[in-house]
């Protein structure tokens, strides 16, 4: 258990479904991220959020959408996917993301995500 | 851009000392990650250099050479359930305050009895 919690653990929707991916740490951080990861790929960065401020968004398409309401929460909005969209999503936080805190992030297990 | 190399697969016995090897590229180095994944759980954290020379934690050290532009993650006395993919992750100084990790593609450790 590494204080962070993601629900779903699978999901699987077809290409016109709505869905959401949630993800909650209790470790009093002040960031939180989604990664994608795929087989036989690297794990992507995909959001990055900082005192529920995004830093960052990798270039996702926007068929993907994020919503953090607070430190704790982040959310992962989900709508007209393709079937490459099929992977593995996981949600980390950290203490905060300058010097060596962005270094040291806490993963969940994932959403596995079937897009069909 | 960046870029990260390290090896797809490594196998070892128990016992045995492992190094696994991550070379990389970035406009600007601020450090490097190690990080463990079991099949099928979340990246764990194991180590972080920000400067160079080894860090000890346990069975297991992480060395960084900057100069080099490479880094190792070395394993002792290794046990079955040590089997598991192994990333490095550095991060470019442009992304310093957005916290932009790039992680390379995974070394996946098979260790044998």
């Known amino acids: 258990e590494t204080g962070v919690t993601q629900t779903p653990r699978h999901l699987v929707m077809g290409m016109t479904n709505k869905k959401s991916l949630k993800c909650e740490q209790h470790l009093g951080h002040n960031a939180m991220y989604w990664y994608k990861q795929s087989a036989k790929k690297p794990l992507e960065l995909m959001f990055v959020y900082n005192f529920k401020e995004q830093t960052e968004n990798n270039s996702v398409p926007s068929r993907f959408s994020p919503e953090c309401p607070n430190s704790s929460h982040l959310f992962l909005h989900l709508h007209t996917l393709q079937p490459e969209d099929s992977a593995l999503y996981l949600c980390?936080?950290?203490?905060?993301?300058?010097?060596?805190?962005?270094?040291?992030?806490?993963f969940g297990p994932g959403t596995r995500l079937t897009v069909t | 851009g960046q870029s990260l190399e390290q090896p797809s697969e490594v196998t070892a016995v128990e016992g045995a000392i492992v190094q696994i090897n991550c070379t990389y590229q970035t406009s600007g180095f601020y450090g490097l990650s190690w990080y463990q994944q079991h099949d099928g759980g979340a990246p764990t954290f194991l180590s972080y250099?920000?400067?160079?020379g080894l860090e000890e934690t346990g069975r297991f050290s992480s060395f960084l050479s900057r100069s080099d532009s490479y880094g190792y993650l070395l394993l002792q006395e290794l046990q079955m359930k040590d089997s598991a993919s192994y990333f490095c992750?550095?991060?470019?100084?442009?992304?310093?305050?957005?916290?932009?990790?790039?992680f390379g593609q995974g070394t996946e450790l098979s260790v044998k009895p």
């Open positions: 250099n920000g400067l160079d």
């Open positions: 992750a550095v991060r470019d100084k442009t992304y310093n305050q957005g916290g932009k990790l790039i």
């Open positions: 980390a936080s950290s203490q905060g993301t300058s010097g060596s805190h962005g270094y040291e992030q806490y």
